[in-house]
């Protein structure tokens, strides 16, 4: 499975963006994808997955900011991020688990977002 993410780029505080995934390849219909950042010097963070039949999970500090979706047919996951703040600036990375075996887990790049003050 190869995943591709895209949009990120520079905000303003109080901004919005919108990420996008794609996922080629071994894509199975039920995998499990979502979204994780990270900072430089720190371990990579939870921020958002969604199952094949749309439901979501987010973490603590993006509930109620970021809202995971996906699209199936194109085997793409989107995060629109509102309310933008300086702590979500980091690198984004998106991932695809496998359902039948959560251990199987794979990464694409990452995509900087940058939220100014």
């Known amino acids: 499975v190869q995943l591709q993410a895209s949009g990120g780029g520079l905000v303003q505080t109080g901004g919005s963006l919108r990420l996008s995934c794609v996922a080629s390849?071994?894509?199975?219909?039920?995998?499990?994808m979502g979204w994780y950042r990270q900072t430089p010097g720190n371990e990579r963070e939870f921020v958002a997955r969604?199952?094949?039949?749309?439901?979501?999970r987010y973490s603590d500090s993006v509930e109620g900011r970021f809202t995971i979706t996906r699209d199936n047919r194109k085997n793409m996951i989107y995060l629109t991020s509102d309310s933008l703040t300086p702590e979500d600036t980091a690198v984004y990375y998106c991932?695809?688990?496998?359902?039948?075996?959560?251990?199987?887990?794979?990464w694409g790049q990452g995509t900087q977002v940058t939220v100014s003050s």
């Open positions: 390849g071994s894509v199975l219909s039920n995998d499990i």
């Open positions: 969604i199952t094949s039949g749309g439901t979501p």
């Open positions: 991932n695809s688990r496998r359902f039948s075996d959560r251990s199987i887990v794979y």
